[in-house]
């Protein structure tokens, strides 16, 4: 029942978490490192990533 909510959190860090940034914000990488952050510690779904560009 939670499985489309659980694949929406990206848990992803370092330079695969930062390429996937770039890829969904263009060229903007100013706040990768708050990305890797969150992301890494306790995952974020597209639209939250999207948010820091």
Do not use: H
Not at 10 to 25: F, T
Not at 28 to 53: T, W
């Amino acid at each position: 029942q939670n499985f489309k909510q659980a694949q929406d959190r990206i848990k992803m860090c370092g330079r695969e978490l930062i390429r996937l940034a770039v890829s969904s914000c263009g060229n903007s990488r100013r706040s990768a490192g708050k990305i890797s952050d969150i992301c890494c510690e306790k995952g974020c779904s597209m639209k939250e990533l999207i948010q820091f560009c």
